[in-house]
């Protein structure tokens, strides 16, 4: 049964920064695409951030990039969000993806097979 856990979210004031953690179990990610989605009260499910297989390459949502960073530890099997100068806006819950289709970094919520449970992230003004 393949596993993914998302940990590190929390209550952070704006400006102020988090962590976010994913371990997958059950299956190796080392070949596939990893990502980060949120979705916050009211809206859909968004694309936050993605990682190809060996790292080399990351792709970002506009409202995140130079504030967010996402990196992943192929030995252990686990993929980060750094996140930055959070925002109220940031607010939401945040998903952690592994594809399963493709190796390189995507947006698309249609590459990610695997999905954690979620954490949640409040950012308060």
Known sequence: QVQLVESGGGLVQAGGSLRLSCSAS??????????WFRQAPGKEREFVASISWS?????????????????????????????????????AVYYCAGSGTTRWATSSPAQYKYWGQGTQVTVSS
């Open 26 to 35: 059950g299956r190796t990610f080392s070949s596939d695409a990893m990502g």
């Open 55 to 91: 790292g080399g390459s990351t792709f970002y949502a506009d409202g995140v990039k130079g504030r967010f960073a996402i990196s992943r530890d192929n030995v252990k099997n686990a993929q980060y969000l750094q996140m930055n100068s959070l925002r109220p806006e940031d607010t």
